[in-house]
T-cell receptor, first 113, second 113 residues
């Protein structure tokens, strides 16, 4: 079974702190994604990566950056956390050989005080 | 731009009732369509998909038919169970697009005994 593991289920940070959210997948998938999930808004794509060191902005990249130094690991970085970044963050991965089947982690719930 | 619209929830049903969750889409081109499910405390998982017009996706008693003429992909189940209580997301994507999906807002389903 594909496993996507997010490093922290719950985080509480203060405004202005730098935050790292880590995601690891074990199925050698080319594509990895960071989504943000908010009630009534569904999932919105922050960034995605289709190869090591390759990244593209999604729909809401402002205030975020990403890093993909190894194929299995995709990190989301909040350079200076703000209260409006309080949310659930979902990491996903997929193979380029299939259409639309994303495998998701359990999510990281971030609260910024 | 491309988008997905789902009926607002929550949807509350008694066990063994018939379920319909409406989903319509707007897209340029010919997308593939998906339903994902998120059980409490878990990440999203693919429930079913359809890749072209008139295709029917099915899984675990759930069905959805890709209707190009009405740009719809409504989710149905003939007899729901308490264990079907979850949030359901409709999504669209395009082949060759790195599996970047556009999700609807999600519909919460609560099934009572």
């Amino acid at each position: 079974d594909v496993k996507v593991t997010q490093s922290s289920r719950y985080l509480v940070k203060r405004t202005g702190e730098k935050v790292f959210l880590e995601c690891v997948q074990d199925m050698d998938h080319e594509n990895m994604f960071w989504y943000r999930q908010d009630p009534g808004l569904g999932l919105r794509l922050i960034y995605f990566s289709y190869d090591v060191k390759m990244k593209e902005k999604g729909d809401i990249p402002e205030g975020y950056s990403v890093s993909r130094e190894k194929k299995e690991r995709f990190s989301l970085i909040l350079e200076s956390a703000s209260t409006n970044q309080t949310s659930m963050y979902l990491c996903a991965s997929s193979s380029s050989s299939t259409t639309g089947e994303l495998f998701f982690g359990e999510g990281s719930r971030l609260t910024v005080l | 731009g491309d988008s997905v619209t789902q009926m607002e929830g929550p949807v509350t049903l008694s066990e063994e009732a018939f379920l319909t969750i409406n989903c319509t889409y707007t897209a340029t081109g010919y997308p593939s369509l998906f339903w994902y499910v998120q059980y409490p405390g878990e990440g999203l998982q693919l429930l079913l998909k359809a890749t072209k017009a008139d295709d029917k996706g099915s899984n675990k008693g759930f069905e959805a038919t890709y209707r190009k003429e009405t740009t719809s992909f409504h989710l149905e189940k003939g007899s729901v169970q308490v264990s079907d209580s979850a949030v359901y997301f409709c999504a669209l994507g395009f082949s060759g697009g790195y599996n970047k999906l556009i999700f609807g807002a999600g519909t919460r389903l609560a099934v009572h005994p």
